[in-house]
């Protein structure tokens, strides 16, 4: 018999999947799709004069996806919500097409050297969607149509959304003597995400290099074989927040038979392009007969008019609506660095490493986001567990801040009293919200070696992040309690460390049923986000010329591969590596492990 947590078997309560067995489950239910996807893709090159390049690009693909739900009426859930049975069928559809027009020049004279590019890009998808689902089956095993159910569900629905945009753009390059360097380009887009009247966005570049070892003042300088400077800066324009949010859009609802209307969401026809300004500058390098190679660069971006949903008051009547908030600002230097520690006739032996330095900080936050919260002298606002505030860095975390155990073993967290002191409580609500720290890494990067001798090769590679605070709630959700029938769960084996009568030292809370609180989110749960990983290692040995070529053949490698090997973190278990703003989840798998070998040949 299968066990749906639901006290029939043992008699508890499962607090994870209650009522539900996914083994069963997998085996009655049914949730299929069939995806189809057509493309078709077409360009033309007309040259009419020497130089000039016209090229005309097409694009055209068809995505259609059909799906069967199909849920089994005898257990669990299942039986609860559709003791009939419950069966849905969709249909979803994206058709987009773009085309392109492009015209490159080129055109060289003596030690000059020019490139023009002119174009123009439209670009249009639409997605439709159709939904229906019935209970009462006539036949749960053989019919999972809707014609083989009788009553009509209330979910059926159909939507909608077209998007669309359009550019045009211009790129200039000139090079004289493959010594100086020069760029310029501008950009004019239009998306239908904004008003009309906000829906055209300008963005432009410039750069340069120069190569200083092509020049004569540099010989004497011999050891350095390659020194070039470089700088730049870019706009980007971004839309991505989805479609029609600068108009009100409404829910259309039974309203005593009568159609009705309620605000969905409020619509801002204000809001316009999230512009990304980027600003670089450094140099490339390379010396001893290039045996040291590498280079430094100093980045700074600019956010501006960032895109961001801003939820409202409940007294509002309506959830929020999106707006240009405020401006953000990333910067820190890049360092990249190889080089051949030994080279001979059949040894050769290379390693590289590189870092980059990050910091973070939101610069400038629209007034009616900051007129209610002040922390520590920054102005913002709180969004779940993470402060939005000018000064500092984006996802700051703004969490309770843990105190220790109490003398009875109960957790404990700070607050400020009305006087200003610092005080402890050991009840969650009367706690207070603190600026616990930012998510953002100090420094990352990797490092690797690469070695070939008499025929076999090694490569090893590594990454790193050094800094930042990430919460651990996989942790968090193992140091929990048993409440009410929900006794069941896995439990840390830091609980056998914790807090008891003969254990008054420990910086655990005690392990008493029903003690909701006592793993409550505080920066109790906040681990360093430092990590180290074994990237991939591969080893193989090529066989030599004179025994292969007999055969005809051109080469002959026996290899081994593995990718993912490995990773350090500050607690078992706990994989900081996949989310930017410093969360974590047991749902989320780390990269996987893979090993694999072979044999290549070569003709």
């Not at 008003?195 to 290099?209: E, L, Q, T």
């Not at 980007?236 to 605000?263: A, C, E, M, P, R």
Request: aromatic letters at 16%.
């Amino acid at each position: 018999m299968y066990d749906y947590g639901a006290g029939s078997v043992i008699g508890y309560m499962r607090p994870v999947l209650p009522n539900l067995n996914p083994l069963q489950e997998n085996r009655l239910n049914t949730n299929t799709s069939k995806n189809n996807m057509y493309s078709f893709f077409g360009y033309a090159d007309i040259m009419p004069i020497t130089g000039l390049k016209i090229t005309l690009n097409g694009a055209v693909t068809s995505y259609d996806s059909r799906g069967t739900e199909a849920t089994q009426p005898f257990y669990g859930y299942s039986h609860t919500a559709y003791p009939t049975g419950f069966v849905s069928r969709s249909s979803e559809q994206t058709y987009s097409y773009n085309f392109q027009q492009l015209a490159n020049y080129h055109h060289e004279f003596g030690h000059h050297h020019m490139e023009l590019l002119l174009g123009h890009e439209f670009y249009r998808s639409s997605y439709e969607n159709l939904f229906g689902s019935k209970t009462g089956m006539a036949s749960y095993f053989t019919n999972q149509t809707l014609a083989g159910a009788i009553k009509l569900d209330n979910t059926g629905e159909s939507g909608n959304s077209i998007y669309e945009s359009e550019g045009f753009f211009f790129r200039g390059q000139y090079d004289y003597d493959q010594k100086y360097f020069g760029s310029v380009s501008y950009r004019r887009d239009a998306s239908s995400r904004f008003d009309p009247a906000h829906r055209w966005g300008n963005f432009y570049s410039v750069g340069g290099a120069w190569i200083l070892t092509k020049e004569k003042f540099m010989k004497p300088f011999r050891w350095m074989n390659m020194l070039k400077l470089k700088a730049s800066f870019g706009q980007q324009g971004n839309d991505n927040i989805g479609d029609f949010h600068y108009i009100d859009t409404y829910s259309i609802v039974n309203s005593n038979g009568k159609v009705g209307l309620v605000l969905n969401e409020k619509g801002n026809p204000n809001i316009t392009w999230e512009t990304n300004n980027n600003f670089n500058v450094g140099f490339d390098y390379e010396v001893l007969n290039s045996r040291i190679r590498g280079s430094v660069e100093y980045f700074y971006k600019k956010t501006t008019d960032m895109l961001c949903f801003v939820f409202a008051p409940y007294s509002a009547g309506y959830s929020g609506m999106y707006d240009n908030i405020g401006d953000m600002v990333n910067q820190g230097l890049e360092f990249d660095l190889s080089a051949t520690l030994l080279r001979t006739k059949n040894i050769n032996w290379d390693v590289n490493f590189n870092a980059t330095t990050y910091k973070n900080k939101i610069t400038r936050l629209a007034d009616a986001l900051k007129a209610d919260l002040v922390v520590d002298g920054h102005a913002g606002y709180m969004n779940g567990s993470r402060l939005y505030a000018e000064g500092l860095p984006i996802y700051e975390w703004y969490i309770p801040r843990y105190a220790g155990v109490s003398s009875e073993g109960k957790a404990m967290w700070y607050y400020n009293d009305t006087d200003g002191s610092l005080k402890t409580t050991d009840v969650y609500g009367n706690a207070d919200y603190y600026a616990c720290g930012s998510p953002h890494p100090d420094l990352y990067g990797g490092f690797g070696t690469t070695l070939t001798a008499y025929g076999f090769d090694l490569s090893v590679s590594f990454s790193y992040s050094l800094g930042g605070k990430s919460c651990d709630y996989g942790y968090e959700g193992m140091m929990g309690v048993p409440s009410g029938t929900s006794t069941g769960f896995a439990i840390h084996k830091d609980m056998l460390n914790a807090w008891s009568e003969t254990n008054t030292s420990s910086n655990i809370p005690r392990w008493q049923y029903n003690d909701a609180n006592s793993s409550s989110l505080s920066d109790r749960f906040l681990i360093s986000g430092s990590y180290l990983t074994l990237q991939n290692l591969n080893f193989g040995y090529t066989l030599p010329n004179h025994l292969i070529q007999r055969f005809g053949l051109g080469s002959i490698r026996v290899y081994l591969a593995a990718d993912n090997l490995y990773y350090w973190s500050k607690r078992k278990g706990f994989d900081p590596r996949g989310s930017f703003s410093g969360s974590s989840s047991t749902a989320t798998y780390s990269p996987s492990r893979t090993v694999s070998g072979g044999i290549k040949v070569t003709f």
